[in-house]
Protein backbone atom coordinates (compact mmCIF):
# COMPACT_ATOMS: atom_id res chain seq x y z
CA UNK A 1 0.00 0.00 0.00
CA UNK A 2 1.60 3.32 -0.47
CA UNK A 3 2.52 5.61 1.73
CA UNK A 4 1.01 9.23 1.07
CA UNK A 5 3.03 12.33 1.41
CA UNK A 6 3.80 15.51 0.32
CA UNK A 7 7.40 16.80 -0.50
CA UNK A 8 8.04 20.67 -1.73
CA UNK A 9 11.10 21.26 -3.53
CA UNK A 10 12.39 24.35 -2.08
CA UNK A 11 14.92 24.83 -5.04
CA UNK A 12 11.49 24.98 -7.47
CA UNK A 13 8.63 26.81 -5.53
CA UNK A 14 8.28 30.46 -7.25
CA UNK A 15 5.68 31.65 -4.47
CA UNK A 16 2.96 31.59 -7.45
CA UNK A 17 -0.12 30.91 -4.51
CA UNK A 18 -1.62 28.65 -6.72
CA UNK A 19 -1.45 25.58 -4.46
CA UNK A 20 -3.39 27.62 -1.55
CA UNK A 21 -6.05 29.21 -4.17
CA UNK A 22 -6.71 25.73 -5.72
CA UNK A 23 -7.06 24.16 -2.39
CA UNK A 24 -9.28 26.94 -1.07
CA UNK A 25 -11.33 26.68 -3.89
CA UNK A 26 -11.52 22.65 -4.22
CA UNK A 27 -12.54 22.50 -0.69
CA UNK A 28 -14.44 25.67 -0.55
CA UNK A 29 -12.56 26.47 2.28
CA UNK A 30 -14.22 29.51 5.03
CA UNK A 31 -12.39 32.61 5.07
CA UNK A 32 -9.52 32.80 8.00
CA UNK A 33 -9.22 29.32 7.45
CA UNK A 34 -5.71 28.25 5.37
CA UNK A 35 -5.07 24.32 5.13
CA UNK A 36 -2.13 25.41 3.23
CA UNK A 37 0.42 27.98 3.16
CA UNK A 38 3.44 29.30 1.38
CA UNK A 39 6.25 30.92 3.55
CA UNK A 40 8.93 32.53 2.34
CA UNK A 41 11.97 31.77 4.03
CA UNK A 42 14.50 34.62 3.96
CA UNK A 43 12.70 37.02 2.29
CA UNK A 44 14.61 39.15 0.53
CA UNK A 45 17.83 38.23 1.03
CA UNK A 46 20.24 35.63 -0.81
CA UNK A 47 19.15 32.23 -0.67
CA UNK A 48 15.56 33.14 -0.83
CA UNK A 49 13.45 30.02 -0.57
CA UNK A 50 9.51 29.32 -0.93
CA UNK A 51 7.93 26.63 0.86
CA UNK A 52 4.50 25.44 0.34
CA UNK A 53 2.93 23.62 3.51
CA UNK A 54 0.26 22.11 4.89
CA UNK A 55 -0.35 18.89 7.03
CA UNK A 56 2.00 16.73 6.53
CA UNK A 57 0.24 13.38 7.74
CA UNK A 58 3.12 12.35 9.63
CA UNK A 59 4.05 8.85 10.29
CA UNK A 60 3.43 9.27 14.64
CA UNK A 61 0.97 12.77 14.51
CA UNK A 62 1.57 14.55 17.63
CA UNK A 63 -2.32 16.41 16.52
CA UNK A 64 -3.49 12.73 17.56
CA UNK A 65 -1.60 12.19 20.50
CA UNK A 66 -2.31 15.67 22.42
CA UNK A 67 -6.44 15.28 21.37
CA UNK A 68 -8.30 15.24 24.71
CA UNK A 69 -11.33 13.63 22.83
CA UNK A 70 -9.31 11.22 20.35
CA UNK A 71 -10.79 12.50 17.09
CA UNK A 72 -8.22 11.39 14.65
CA UNK A 73 -7.83 8.24 12.38
CA UNK A 74 -5.04 7.17 10.18
CA UNK A 75 -5.80 5.76 6.97
CA UNK A 76 -4.27 2.35 5.21
CA UNK A 77 -2.34 5.69 3.41
CA UNK A 78 -0.93 6.94 6.21
CA UNK A 79 -3.45 9.99 6.02
CA UNK A 80 -3.89 11.36 8.96
CA UNK A 81 -7.80 12.57 9.52
CA UNK A 82 -10.04 13.96 11.52
CA UNK A 83 -13.96 14.01 13.06
CA UNK A 84 -15.58 16.88 13.02
CA UNK A 85 -18.19 15.60 14.43
CA UNK A 86 -16.33 14.94 18.26
CA UNK A 87 -13.66 17.52 17.98
CA UNK A 88 -14.23 20.45 20.67
CA UNK A 89 -12.04 23.04 19.10
CA UNK A 90 -9.89 23.33 22.28
CA UNK A 91 -6.73 24.21 19.75
CA UNK A 92 -4.22 21.94 21.78
CA UNK A 93 -3.62 20.28 17.80
CA UNK A 94 -1.97 23.56 16.98
CA UNK A 95 0.36 23.98 19.83
CA UNK A 96 1.11 19.81 19.05
CA UNK A 97 1.78 20.30 15.25
CA UNK A 98 4.82 20.92 14.07
CA UNK A 99 3.61 22.94 10.86
CA UNK A 100 0.84 24.35 12.24
CA UNK A 101 -1.50 22.63 10.39
CA UNK A 102 -4.55 22.44 12.24
CA UNK A 103 -6.90 25.62 11.89
CA UNK A 104 -10.15 27.13 13.54
CA UNK A 105 -13.25 29.17 12.62
CA UNK A 106 -13.85 31.72 14.93
CA UNK A 107 -17.09 31.22 15.89
CA UNK A 108 -17.92 34.34 17.97
CA UNK A 109 -16.27 37.72 18.74
CA UNK A 110 -15.06 36.39 22.05
CA UNK A 111 -12.36 34.55 20.06
CA UNK A 112 -13.95 31.62 20.46
CA UNK A 113 -12.81 28.52 18.13
CA UNK A 114 -15.03 25.93 16.00
CA UNK A 115 -14.44 22.71 15.34
CA UNK A 116 -10.71 21.98 13.65
CA UNK A 117 -10.06 22.44 10.06
CA UNK A 118 -7.13 21.09 8.68
CA UNK A 119 -5.42 19.64 4.75
CA UNK A 120 -7.02 16.13 4.62
CA UNK A 121 -4.88 14.78 1.41
CA UNK A 122 -7.90 15.32 -0.50
CA UNK A 123 -9.33 12.38 1.15
CA UNK A 124 -12.74 13.63 2.85
CA UNK A 125 -13.27 12.92 6.10
CA UNK A 126 -14.66 9.65 8.06
CA UNK A 127 -18.02 9.83 6.80
CA UNK A 128 -18.93 7.35 3.27
CA UNK A 129 -16.90 8.63 0.41
CA UNK A 130 -18.15 11.37 -1.97
CA UNK A 131 -21.22 12.25 0.20
CA UNK A 132 -22.49 15.41 0.66
CA UNK A 133 -21.93 15.39 4.38
CA UNK A 134 -18.26 14.51 3.92
CA UNK A 135 -18.10 17.22 1.14
CA UNK A 136 -20.10 20.19 3.89
CA UNK A 137 -17.60 19.09 6.51
CA UNK A 138 -14.04 18.49 4.72
CA UNK A 139 -14.67 18.78 1.61
CA UNK A 140 -13.72 17.18 -1.97
CA UNK A 141 -12.47 13.66 -1.52
CA UNK A 142 -10.33 13.13 -4.62
CA UNK A 143 -8.56 10.26 -3.15
CA UNK A 144 -11.72 7.83 -3.66
CA UNK A 145 -11.86 9.49 -6.86
CA UNK A 146 -8.10 7.72 -7.99
CA UNK A 147 -6.96 11.37 -8.48
CA UNK A 148 -3.94 13.29 -6.16
CA UNK A 149 -3.88 16.37 -4.19
CA UNK A 150 -5.23 19.07 -6.01
CA UNK A 151 -2.49 21.38 -4.76
CA UNK A 152 0.17 18.95 -6.17
CA UNK A 153 -1.78 18.47 -9.45
CA UNK A 154 -1.48 22.40 -10.11
CA UNK A 155 1.82 23.10 -9.07
CA UNK A 156 2.99 24.55 -12.47
CA UNK A 157 7.33 24.29 -11.57
CA UNK A 158 5.75 20.66 -10.00
CA UNK A 159 7.75 21.61 -6.78
CA UNK A 160 5.01 20.52 -4.38
CA UNK A 161 4.08 17.13 -5.30
CA UNK A 162 1.95 15.14 -3.20
CA UNK A 163 1.45 11.16 -3.22
CA UNK A 164 3.66 7.70 -2.66
CA UNK A 165 6.23 9.05 -0.70
CA UNK A 166 8.56 6.61 -1.92
CA UNK A 167 7.98 7.40 -5.52
CA UNK A 168 8.08 11.43 -4.65
CA UNK A 169 11.65 10.33 -2.96
CA UNK A 170 12.91 8.88 -6.22
CA UNK A 171 11.65 11.88 -8.25
CA UNK A 172 13.24 14.24 -5.80
CA UNK A 173 16.37 12.40 -6.11
CA UNK A 174 16.81 12.18 -9.56
CA UNK A 175 15.89 15.62 -10.25
CA UNK A 176 18.33 16.87 -7.28
CA UNK A 177 21.46 14.76 -8.99
CA UNK A 178 20.49 15.76 -12.65
CA UNK A 179 20.61 20.01 -11.40
CA UNK A 180 23.49 18.98 -9.23
CA UNK A 181 22.44 19.86 -5.80
CA UNK A 182 19.20 19.63 -3.51
CA UNK A 183 18.41 20.83 0.07
CA UNK A 184 16.60 18.17 1.19
CA UNK A 185 12.64 17.59 1.52
CA UNK A 186 11.37 19.75 3.91
CA UNK A 187 9.66 18.65 7.10
CA UNK A 188 10.45 15.33 6.34
CA UNK A 189 13.10 14.40 8.97
CA UNK A 190 10.09 15.77 11.42
CA UNK A 191 6.84 13.89 9.83
CA UNK A 192 8.39 11.17 8.28
CA UNK A 193 11.84 11.06 10.64
CA UNK A 194 9.84 8.56 13.58
CA UNK A 195 9.25 5.07 12.49
CA UNK A 196 5.99 4.72 10.58
CA UNK A 197 3.30 2.91 12.64
CA UNK A 198 2.92 0.77 9.90
CA UNK A 199 -0.86 0.20 10.34
CA UNK A 200 -4.10 2.79 10.40
CA UNK A 201 -5.58 3.88 13.60
CA UNK A 202 -9.32 4.88 14.55
CA UNK A 203 -11.01 6.92 17.05
CA UNK A 204 -10.46 4.66 20.24
CA UNK A 205 -8.69 2.45 18.41
CA UNK A 206 -5.02 0.71 19.38
CA UNK A 207 -3.11 3.07 17.33
CA UNK A 208 -3.26 5.82 19.61
CA UNK A 209 -3.18 4.01 22.59
CA UNK A 210 -6.14 5.60 23.61
CA UNK A 211 -3.97 7.76 25.72
CA UNK B 1 31.62 68.66 -15.46
CA UNK B 2 32.62 68.69 -11.65
CA UNK B 3 34.33 65.64 -10.58
CA UNK B 4 32.64 62.24 -9.88
CA UNK B 5 31.16 62.17 -6.54
CA UNK B 6 29.46 59.10 -5.03
CA UNK B 7 25.71 59.97 -4.00
CA UNK B 8 24.58 59.02 -0.71
CA UNK B 9 22.79 56.27 -1.66
CA UNK B 10 25.78 54.36 -3.76
CA UNK B 11 27.63 55.15 -0.20
CA UNK B 12 24.50 53.54 1.79
CA UNK B 13 24.90 50.57 -0.79
CA UNK B 14 28.36 49.70 -0.60
CA UNK B 15 28.17 50.15 3.61
CA UNK B 16 25.48 47.86 3.67
CA UNK B 17 26.95 45.12 1.35
CA UNK B 18 30.13 45.42 3.69
CA UNK B 19 28.19 44.85 6.53
CA UNK B 20 26.44 41.69 5.24
CA UNK B 21 29.84 40.39 3.73
CA UNK B 22 30.77 40.77 7.71
CA UNK B 23 28.02 38.81 8.76
CA UNK B 24 28.76 34.96 9.13
CA UNK B 25 28.04 33.00 5.83
CA UNK B 26 25.06 31.76 6.72
CA UNK B 27 22.60 28.66 5.44
CA UNK B 28 21.17 30.70 3.32
CA UNK B 29 24.08 32.13 1.69
CA UNK B 30 25.62 28.74 1.14
CA UNK B 31 22.01 27.73 -0.69
CA UNK B 32 23.12 31.26 -3.42
CA UNK B 33 26.08 29.44 -3.95
CA UNK B 34 24.32 26.02 -4.85
CA UNK B 35 25.34 25.29 -8.17
CA UNK B 36 26.56 22.37 -9.73
CA UNK B 37 30.20 21.85 -8.43
CA UNK B 38 32.52 19.98 -6.91
CA UNK B 39 29.96 19.17 -4.32
CA UNK B 40 27.16 17.78 -6.62
CA UNK B 41 25.68 14.55 -5.79
CA UNK B 42 26.64 12.03 -7.93
CA UNK B 43 24.16 9.13 -7.08
CA UNK B 44 20.91 9.56 -6.29
CA UNK B 45 21.74 8.00 -2.79
CA UNK B 46 23.83 10.63 -1.91
CA UNK B 47 20.74 13.23 -2.55
CA UNK B 48 19.60 13.96 1.06
CA UNK B 49 16.09 13.73 2.10
CA UNK B 50 15.83 13.67 5.70
CA UNK B 51 17.65 17.22 7.14
CA UNK B 52 17.51 17.66 10.85
CA UNK B 53 15.64 20.30 11.56
CA UNK B 54 15.82 20.91 15.57
CA UNK B 55 15.16 25.06 15.55
CA UNK B 56 12.08 27.20 15.19
CA UNK B 57 12.14 28.05 11.23
CA UNK B 58 10.12 31.54 11.11
CA UNK B 59 9.52 32.87 7.24
CA UNK B 60 7.56 35.51 5.60
CA UNK B 61 3.80 34.94 4.93
CA UNK B 62 1.19 37.05 2.75
CA UNK B 63 -2.03 36.25 4.62
CA UNK B 64 -3.15 38.11 7.33
CA UNK B 65 -2.46 35.38 9.96
CA UNK B 66 0.64 36.08 11.00
CA UNK B 67 1.78 33.29 13.04
CA UNK B 68 1.71 30.96 10.27
CA UNK B 69 4.67 32.46 9.79
CA UNK B 70 6.49 29.09 11.73
CA UNK B 71 6.91 27.09 9.49
CA UNK B 72 8.29 24.21 11.55
CA UNK B 73 8.13 24.09 15.02
CA UNK B 74 9.74 21.24 16.99
CA UNK B 75 9.32 22.46 20.18
CA UNK B 76 5.67 20.91 19.87
CA UNK B 77 7.21 17.60 20.73
CA UNK B 78 8.50 18.77 23.75
CA UNK B 79 4.71 20.49 24.40
CA UNK B 80 3.50 16.92 23.05
CA UNK B 81 5.35 14.91 25.65
CA UNK B 82 4.06 17.43 28.49
CA UNK B 83 0.65 17.51 27.43
CA UNK B 84 0.58 13.06 26.73
CA UNK B 85 2.99 12.64 30.01
CA UNK B 86 4.09 15.15 32.55
CA UNK B 87 1.00 17.35 33.10
CA UNK B 88 -0.91 14.08 34.04
CA UNK B 89 1.81 12.88 36.31
CA UNK B 90 1.98 16.43 37.88
CA UNK B 91 -1.77 16.57 38.84
CA UNK B 92 -2.34 12.63 39.12
CA UNK B 93 0.61 12.00 41.46
CA UNK B 94 0.24 15.26 43.33
CA UNK B 95 -3.22 14.40 43.77
CA UNK B 96 -2.70 11.06 45.04
CA UNK B 97 0.31 11.33 46.76
CA UNK B 98 -1.76 14.39 48.66
CA UNK B 99 -4.44 11.84 49.62
CA UNK B 100 -2.15 8.98 50.58
CA UNK B 101 -0.31 11.47 52.64
CA UNK B 102 -3.05 12.29 54.49
CA UNK B 103 -4.87 9.28 54.98
CA UNK B 104 -1.12 8.03 56.57
CA UNK B 105 -2.00 10.62 58.54
CA UNK B 106 -5.41 10.28 59.96
CA UNK B 107 -4.65 6.69 60.62
CA UNK B 108 -1.69 8.05 62.99
CA UNK B 109 -3.36 11.00 64.26
CA UNK B 110 -6.97 10.46 63.92
CA UNK B 111 -9.74 13.61 64.02
CA UNK B 112 -7.80 16.44 66.08
CA UNK B 113 -10.40 16.66 69.13
CA UNK B 114 -10.95 19.60 71.04
CA UNK B 115 -8.94 19.23 73.75
CA UNK B 116 -11.14 20.08 76.73
CA UNK B 117 -14.61 18.94 74.87
CA UNK B 118 -17.01 21.31 73.51
CA UNK B 119 -18.31 24.53 76.02
CA UNK B 120 -21.41 25.17 74.15
CA UNK B 121 -20.51 28.82 73.95
CA UNK B 122 -20.21 30.31 70.15
CA UNK B 123 -17.43 32.68 69.35
CA UNK B 124 -18.23 34.71 65.45
CA UNK B 125 -15.58 33.42 63.77
CA UNK B 126 -16.35 34.35 59.86
CA UNK B 127 -19.63 36.05 59.30
CA UNK B 128 -21.78 36.64 55.95
CA UNK B 129 -19.81 38.35 53.47
CA UNK B 130 -16.68 35.96 54.41
CA UNK B 131 -18.27 32.85 53.89
CA UNK B 132 -19.30 33.75 51.20
CA UNK B 133 -16.69 35.09 49.90
CA UNK B 134 -15.04 31.25 50.57
CA UNK B 135 -17.66 29.49 48.97
CA UNK B 136 -17.17 31.60 45.79
CA UNK B 137 -14.12 30.95 45.06
CA UNK B 138 -14.07 27.39 46.55
CA UNK B 139 -17.05 25.79 44.49
CA UNK B 140 -15.79 27.91 41.73
CA UNK B 141 -12.46 26.19 42.27
CA UNK B 142 -13.89 22.48 42.63
CA UNK B 143 -15.54 23.23 39.14
CA UNK B 144 -13.00 24.64 37.39
CA UNK B 145 -10.34 21.23 39.12
CA UNK B 146 -13.40 18.68 37.48
CA UNK B 147 -13.21 20.08 34.55
CA UNK B 148 -10.05 20.46 33.67
CA UNK B 149 -9.79 16.82 34.86
CA UNK B 150 -12.33 15.71 32.31
CA UNK B 151 -10.04 17.55 29.55
CA UNK B 152 -6.60 16.16 31.41
CA UNK B 153 -7.46 12.50 32.38
CA UNK B 154 -11.28 11.89 30.07
CA UNK B 155 -9.14 10.04 27.28
CA UNK B 156 -7.41 7.78 29.03
CA UNK B 157 -10.29 7.28 31.74
CA UNK B 158 -13.93 8.36 30.70
CA UNK B 159 -13.54 7.22 27.18
CA UNK B 160 -13.19 3.66 27.63
CA UNK B 161 -15.88 3.90 30.09
CA UNK B 162 -18.84 6.17 28.51
CA UNK B 163 -17.25 6.09 24.75
CA UNK B 164 -16.74 8.82 21.87
CA UNK B 165 -20.17 9.53 21.44
CA UNK B 166 -20.95 10.82 25.24
CA UNK B 167 -17.58 12.11 25.89
CA UNK B 168 -17.10 15.12 23.32
CA UNK B 169 -20.48 16.89 24.37
CA UNK B 170 -19.43 16.07 27.98
CA UNK B 171 -15.44 17.78 27.40
CA UNK B 172 -17.31 20.45 25.21
CA UNK B 173 -19.11 21.29 28.38
CA UNK B 174 -16.39 20.59 30.75
CA UNK B 175 -14.86 23.22 28.36
CA UNK B 176 -17.50 26.34 28.69
CA UNK B 177 -17.40 25.43 32.39
CA UNK B 178 -14.22 25.91 33.11
CA UNK B 179 -14.01 29.23 30.90
CA UNK B 180 -16.93 30.37 32.79
CA UNK B 181 -16.21 29.69 36.07
CA UNK B 182 -13.24 31.14 35.74
CA UNK B 183 -15.26 34.75 36.92
CA UNK B 184 -16.24 33.93 39.79
CA UNK B 185 -13.18 32.56 40.80
CA UNK B 186 -11.75 35.97 40.18
CA UNK B 187 -14.13 37.31 41.75
CA UNK B 188 -14.14 35.17 44.83
CA UNK B 189 -10.31 35.67 44.47
CA UNK B 190 -10.61 39.62 45.34
CA UNK B 191 -13.03 39.30 47.80
CA UNK B 192 -10.78 37.02 50.34
CA UNK B 193 -7.88 39.40 49.91
CA UNK B 194 -9.81 42.71 50.50
CA UNK B 195 -11.50 40.30 53.51
CA UNK B 196 -8.59 38.58 54.91
CA UNK B 197 -4.83 39.89 53.58
CA UNK B 198 -4.16 42.11 56.49
CA UNK B 199 -4.67 39.10 58.86
CA UNK B 200 -2.54 36.89 56.84
CA UNK B 201 0.38 39.10 57.22
CA UNK B 202 3.30 36.61 58.30
CA UNK B 203 4.60 37.56 61.79
CA UNK B 204 6.99 36.61 64.42
CA UNK B 205 4.81 34.25 65.86
CA UNK B 206 4.28 32.26 62.46
CA UNK B 207 7.96 31.49 63.33
CA UNK B 208 7.17 29.02 66.31
CA UNK B 209 3.88 27.44 64.76
CA UNK B 210 6.71 26.53 61.39
CA UNK B 211 9.06 25.26 64.04
CA UNK B 212 6.63 23.05 66.42
CA UNK B 213 4.38 22.25 63.02
CA UNK B 214 1.42 23.38 64.54
CA UNK B 215 1.60 20.74 67.05
CA UNK B 216 -0.10 18.99 64.60
CA UNK B 217 2.30 15.96 65.33
CA UNK B 218 1.89 15.70 69.02
CA UNK B 219 -0.34 13.06 69.74
CA UNK B 220 -1.06 13.89 72.86
CA UNK B 221 -3.35 16.79 71.56
CA UNK B 222 -3.82 20.49 72.90
CA UNK B 223 -0.42 21.58 71.86
CA UNK B 224 -1.10 24.15 69.88
CA UNK B 225 1.28 27.12 69.30
CA UNK B 226 -0.43 30.26 70.10
CA UNK B 227 -1.99 32.43 66.91
CA UNK B 228 -4.28 35.47 65.66
CA UNK B 229 -6.51 35.04 63.77
CA UNK B 230 -5.33 32.77 60.99
CA UNK B 231 -1.76 30.93 62.01
CA UNK B 232 1.15 30.16 59.85
CA UNK B 233 -0.47 27.12 58.13
CA UNK B 234 -3.70 28.79 57.44
CA UNK B 235 -0.91 31.33 55.90
CA UNK B 236 0.23 29.27 54.09
CA UNK B 237 -2.81 28.00 52.36
CA UNK B 238 -4.19 31.50 52.11
CA UNK B 239 -0.90 32.88 49.96
CA UNK B 240 -0.91 29.50 47.92
CA UNK B 241 -4.78 30.06 46.91
CA UNK B 242 -4.22 34.07 46.32
CA UNK B 243 -0.91 33.79 44.36
CA UNK B 244 -1.48 30.51 42.58
CA UNK B 245 -5.34 31.79 42.10
CA UNK B 246 -3.38 34.96 40.56
CA UNK B 247 -1.44 32.90 38.22
CA UNK B 248 -3.63 30.73 36.97
CA UNK B 249 -5.94 33.05 36.41
CA UNK B 250 -3.59 35.27 34.31
CA UNK B 251 -2.71 32.38 32.46
CA UNK B 252 -5.88 30.83 31.66
CA UNK B 253 -7.63 34.50 30.36
CA UNK B 254 -4.30 34.44 28.12
CA UNK B 255 -4.84 30.83 26.79
CA UNK B 256 -8.52 31.83 26.48
CA UNK B 257 -7.53 34.61 23.52
CA UNK B 258 -4.90 32.07 21.85
CA UNK B 259 -2.16 34.23 20.34
CA UNK B 260 -3.33 37.59 21.51
CA UNK B 261 -0.23 38.33 23.12
CA UNK B 262 2.28 35.72 21.91
CA UNK B 263 2.99 33.21 19.59
CA UNK B 264 2.91 29.47 19.68
CA UNK B 265 6.29 29.30 21.81
CA UNK B 266 4.56 31.30 24.84
CA UNK B 267 0.94 29.37 24.21
CA UNK B 268 2.95 26.19 25.21
CA UNK B 269 4.95 28.36 28.12
CA UNK B 270 1.36 29.29 29.53
CA UNK B 271 -0.11 26.18 29.43
CA UNK B 272 2.95 24.54 31.19
CA UNK B 273 2.95 27.22 33.57
CA UNK B 274 -1.26 27.11 33.85
CA UNK B 275 -0.93 23.04 34.83
CA UNK B 276 2.19 23.50 37.39
CA UNK B 277 -0.61 25.72 39.21
CA UNK B 278 -3.13 23.94 38.72
CA UNK B 279 -1.56 20.39 40.10
CA UNK B 280 0.16 22.51 43.24
CA UNK B 281 -3.37 23.94 43.76
CA UNK B 282 -5.25 21.32 43.79
CA UNK B 283 -2.76 19.14 46.23
CA UNK B 284 -2.74 22.23 48.57
CA UNK B 285 -6.53 22.59 48.33
CA UNK B 286 -7.18 18.76 49.39
CA UNK B 287 -4.88 19.06 52.35
CA UNK B 288 -7.44 22.16 53.08
CA UNK B 289 -10.27 20.02 52.80
CA UNK B 290 -8.73 17.45 55.22
CA UNK B 291 -7.88 19.53 57.82
CA UNK B 292 -11.38 21.46 57.70
CA UNK B 293 -13.87 18.31 57.53
CA UNK B 294 -12.35 14.96 59.13
CA UNK B 295 -9.03 16.33 60.55
CA UNK B 296 -10.31 18.59 62.85
CA UNK B 297 -13.49 18.43 65.25
CA UNK B 298 -14.83 21.89 65.37
CA UNK B 299 -13.04 23.32 61.95
CA UNK B 300 -15.99 22.79 59.91
CA UNK B 301 -18.45 25.04 61.59
CA UNK B 302 -16.15 28.03 60.86
CA UNK B 303 -16.97 28.58 57.23
CA UNK B 304 -20.22 26.35 57.83
CA UNK B 305 -22.50 28.37 60.36
CA UNK B 306 -19.84 30.98 61.14
CA UNK B 307 -19.10 30.10 64.51
CA UNK B 308 -17.27 28.21 66.54
CA UNK B 309 -16.63 26.78 70.04
CA UNK B 310 -15.69 28.95 72.48
CA UNK B 311 -12.97 25.77 73.51
CA UNK B 312 -12.01 25.37 69.93
CA UNK B 313 -10.73 29.17 69.78
CA UNK B 314 -8.66 29.41 72.87
CA UNK B 315 -7.00 26.26 71.49
CA UNK B 316 -6.20 26.98 68.13
CA UNK B 317 -6.31 31.12 68.08
CA UNK B 318 -5.96 32.21 71.14
CA UNK B 319 -4.74 35.59 70.32
CA UNK B 320 -7.85 35.96 68.16
CA UNK B 321 -10.26 34.45 70.40
CA UNK B 322 -9.01 37.51 73.17
CA UNK B 323 -9.88 39.96 70.61
CA UNK B 324 -12.76 38.60 70.03
CA UNK B 325 -14.14 38.53 73.66
CA UNK B 326 -13.46 41.99 73.99
CA UNK B 327 -15.44 43.10 71.30
CA UNK B 328 -18.03 40.95 72.61
CA UNK B 329 -18.34 38.64 70.43
CA UNK B 330 -18.35 35.72 72.76
CA UNK B 331 -21.83 34.15 73.64
CA UNK B 332 -22.67 34.57 76.56
CA UNK B 333 -19.89 36.73 77.90
CA UNK B 334 -19.77 40.31 78.46
CA UNK B 335 -17.00 42.19 77.08
CA UNK B 336 -14.17 42.24 79.17
CA UNK B 337 -13.44 46.27 80.83
Redesign the interface.
Known sequence: MARMKFLCDA?RCIEC?ACVTACKNEHEVPW?I?RR???????G?????S?S?ACMHCNDP?CA???????FLQTADGVVLHSK????G???C???????APQYPRTTDF?S?GKMDKCTFCAGGPEPDGSVEEYQKYGANRLAEGKLPLCAEMCSTRALMGGDGAVL??I???R??R????????????A??RNDRGSPFA??GPGTG?? | MRPTRLPLHALLLIALLAVQSLAAP???????T????Q???????????????DDK?I?????P?E????????E??E??EW??NTLRLAIGGLAIGMTAVLAVFFLYRGTIRIHGGKSGRLVLRFNGLDRFAHWTTAVSFLLMALTGMI??F???LL??LI???A??PL??YA?SIHNFVSVPFVVGLLMIMALWLRDNIPEKADWLWVKTAGGLFSKAGGQHPEAGRFNAGQKLVFWSIVLGGIGMAATGYLL???F?FTG?GG??IM?VIHGLLAAGLIAAVIGHIYIGTIGMEGAFDAMGCGEVDENWAMEHHRRWYEEQLRKGYVEGRQPAE
Open positions: ENGNRLVTLNDKPGERIMPAVCPVDCDLCICGYFYACPFGGRADYQESLRGYGSGAPGWSTYGPGGA | TFAQAQLQVPGNSPTSKEQVPLYVPQLGRVSIDKLAVLVQPGRWRRTLTGRPIPGHQFTAEKMVPAIMQH
